[in-house]
């Protein structure tokens, strides 16, 4: 088995499949998006040096920046301690998000209580 075979078998795929993406910026470490990969998907992503998804709602793969010139050159890329997420550290080029705001997470404020220590 080859070193990036390997390194694909370590992830704990869900029983679709799948694997969530947690995408940051790899400099200031802002949370970007979240997106799916499958063991092909990682693989491209991990030997291209650019950031490769499967789209569940398409049902096919897609580099990040093909048609909208966003790319996400990989930096980084790590694996939770359970082996079912991964964290792409990335240089992101223009919006990441699809509706072209620089992260999907810069929307809805879910108005959650600040919590204490105690």
Partial sequence: MSDIEERIAQ????????????VQQWDTREVLMLAWVDAEALRRTLTS????????SRQEYWRKGDTS???QVVREARLDCDGDA???LVEQTGP??????????DTTDLDA??????
């Avoid at 992830?11 to 947690?22: K, M, Q």
């Avoid at 650019?50 to 789209?55: D, H, L, P």
């Avoid at 209580?113 to 105690?118: A, E, F, K, M, Q």
Wanted: contains cysteine; positive net charge.
């Fill in 96 to 105: 990441a998000c699809h509706t072209g705001t620089r992260t999907c997470f």
């Fill in 113 to 118: 209580v600040v919590g204490t220590d105690s």
């Fill in 11 to 22: 992830v704990a795929f869900s029983a679709d499949g799948l694997a969530p993406v947690i």
């Fill in 86 to 88: 991964i964290l792409l």
């Fill in 49 to 56: 040096g650019r950031a490769v998804y499967w789209s569940r």
């Fill in 69 to 71: 010139g966003h790319i």
